[in-house]
């Protein structure tokens, strides 16, 4: 289920993202993907409890916008090589409407895996005030507690500012 849910959403953003491909004087083909403004962050983080590492990326083309990122924690104490946790997660926003989009996935070897998404969309606004839908979904996988219930909601929000 884990694997659909990420297949999924891969396939989706690849879909999404308008591609050409154009070849050089020497016959070489590249693929290129338009875009406008790209942000990549690296962080490395040492604390009390441990270490942390993450990976940011930001992409952009004109309304779009989609940021990815991925971590990883070792605690100090903690035997072995392998991370205590890692996960990911992507997002996706439509600045104009202010509609957006997101799904990740968390992993903590012996303890499980959560996973959610959620989505945001804006159906009416103005300057000053908008209305939308809202949905969620989070769920936790294996651990010792066991695979635990599906936690989903959906909402109907209006925001204005006076």
Not at 38 to 56: I, L, P
Not at 122 to 131: I, L, M, S, T, V
Request: aromatic content about 8%; proline content about 5%.
């Amino acid at each position: 289920m884990k694997s659909f849910i990420v297949l999924a959403l891969c396939l989706a953003i690849s879909a999404a993202i308008p591609l050409d491909i154009v070849e050089d004087e020497e016959g070489q083909e590249y693929l290129i993907v338009p875009l406008h403004r790209e942000r990549r962050e690296v962080k490395v983080g040492a604390s009390q409890s441990g270490v942390n590492v993450g990976h940011s990326s930001s992409y952009g083309n004109g309304p779009h916008r989609v940021d990815t990122a991925v971590g990883a924690s070792k605690s100090w104490g903690s035997h072995g090589i392998k991370p205590d946790s890692f996960g990911g997660s992507v997002s996706y926003s439509h600045t104009p409407s202010g509609s957006s989009a997101f799904a990740g996935a968390n992993r903590a070897p012996g303890y499980g895996t959560d996973v959610s998404a959620g989505g945001r969309y804006n159906f009416a606004g103005g300057k000053n005030w908008n209305a939308g839908v809202s949905a969620g979904y989070n769920r936790h996988f294996g651990g010792p507690g066991g695979t635990g219930k599906p936690q989903a909601s959906v909402g109907l929000g209006v925001n204005g500012r006076f």
